[in-house]
C-alpha cells in the first residue's frame, strides 16, 4: 500500500488512533479504510485484495474470515455489503490485537468482532452451521518445504505451523450450513492439493478462477468457491490479470481497490 498525506484523507476517528512504533498506519481504497500494521512482521499482500474482490455476498449473511492478520478482509467485506455480519479468527495474538484495533480504527463495531483462537478448536467457541461463508488465505507451505521465515508473524503466515489448509476445509465442514460456501485463494502449484482436501471435506468446488501476474506469464494464484454437500459441477471463468505491461493494474484488478464504505453508526 502507498502512503498517502494524512491531511488530504482523514476519516472522522483518524485522530483516536495510536500508532506504536514499530507499526504503520495507512490508507486502503482511497482512504476509505485505515490499516494498522507491524513495519516488519506479517503484512497482508494483493492476494487478500483478489479474494474480498472475488467473493460474492448475499444481503445479511454471516461470514467467517480464518486466518484474519490484520483484520483487512472482514474490513473490506464491511464496506462492500453493509448488510453483512463478520467475524475474524485469529490465532496470533499481536495479528489479534491489530484486527481489533484496526475494527475499531474504522467505524465497524459490532459489525466485525475479532476471535482470538487456534482455527483447529472452532468446535470450542463456535456453534455449528453458524455461517453461510467462510474465506480464507491459508498458509501455503508444508514444513520443510522452503525456507522458515525468521519473522514468526510471516512464518506463521505462510507456512503449515498452527495451521493449514486441511484445518481450514475441516473448519469449514463445521461452521457451514448446507450449501454453505468456502471461498479460498492458494497458490496454482497446488491446485491439485487444495482441490483434493476441499472434496475430502465434502466440499464441493463450484467456480474455480486463476491468477496470472501477466497475460502471458502462468498462473500465480488460484481462487475457489467451493459449497457444502453441493453437486458435482464447476464453473471456470476467464483468469484475472493482475498487472499490465508497465506494472499498472489491469482495469479489473484496480477496481478490486476500489471501496464505497458504510461504517457502523
Excluded at 483516536?16 to 485505515?34: H, I, K
Excluded at 480464518?66 to 495474538?93: D, F, H, K, N, W
Amino acid at each position: 500500500m502507498a502512503v498517502a498525506d494524512l491531511s488530504e484523507l482523514t476519516p472522522p476517528d483518524i485522530s483516536s488512533a495510536v500508532v506504536r512504533p514499530d507499526e504503520t498506519l495507512e490508507p486502503f481504497g482511497q482512504g476509505r479504510l485505515w490499516v494498522l500494521q507491524k513495519k516488519r512482521g506479517y503484512r497482508f499482500s494483493v492476494d487478500a485484495v483478489i479474494l474480498a474482490g472475488l467473493t460474492i455476498l448475499r444481503p445479511g449473511e454471516r461470514v467467517i474470515d480464518l486466518g484474519t492478520g490484520c483484520g483487512i478482509i472482514p474490513l473490506i467485506m464491511a464496506c462492500r455489503y453493509p448488510e453483512a455480519v463478520l467475524v475474524g479468527v485469529e490465532s496470533q495474538a499481536s495479528l489479534a490485537d491489530l484486527a481489533v484495533r484496526n475494527v475499531r480504527l474504522n467505524g465497524f463495531v459490532p459489525r466485525i468482532t475479532i476471535q482470538i483462537g487456534p482455527m483447529q478448536e472452532v468446535r470450542r467457541y463456535l456453534p455449528p452451521a453458524s455461517f453461510q461463508v467462510v474465506m480464507s488465505n491459508p498458509p501455503y507451505r508444508p514444513l520443510g518445504a522452503g525456507r522458515l521465515n525468521p519473522q514468526d508473524e510471516k512464518a506463521h503466515a505462510r507456512h503449515e505451523l498452527q495451521g493449514s489448509l486441511e484445518a481450514v476445509a475441516m473448519a469449514a465442514r463445521y461452521l457451514l450450513p448446507e450449501k454453505g460456501r468456502l471461498s479460498v485463494i492458494y497458490p496454482a502449484w497446488r491446485t491439485v492439493h487444495l482441490l483434493t482436501v476441499l472434496r475430502s471435506q465434502g466440499l464441493e468446488p463450484k467456480i474455480m478462477r486463476f491468477i496470472h501476474s501477466r497475460a502471458h506469464t502462468p498462473a500465480r494464484l488460484v481462487w475457489v468457491e467451493a459449497r457444502r454437500a453441493a453437486g458435482e459441477e464447476i464453473e471456470v471463468p476467464a483468469p484475472l490479470i493482475v498487472y499490465q505491461d508497465h506494472r499498472q493494474y489491469t482495469a479489473e484488478m484496480a477496481a478490486l481497490f476500489e471501496l464505497p464504505c458504510h461504517p457502523s453508526p
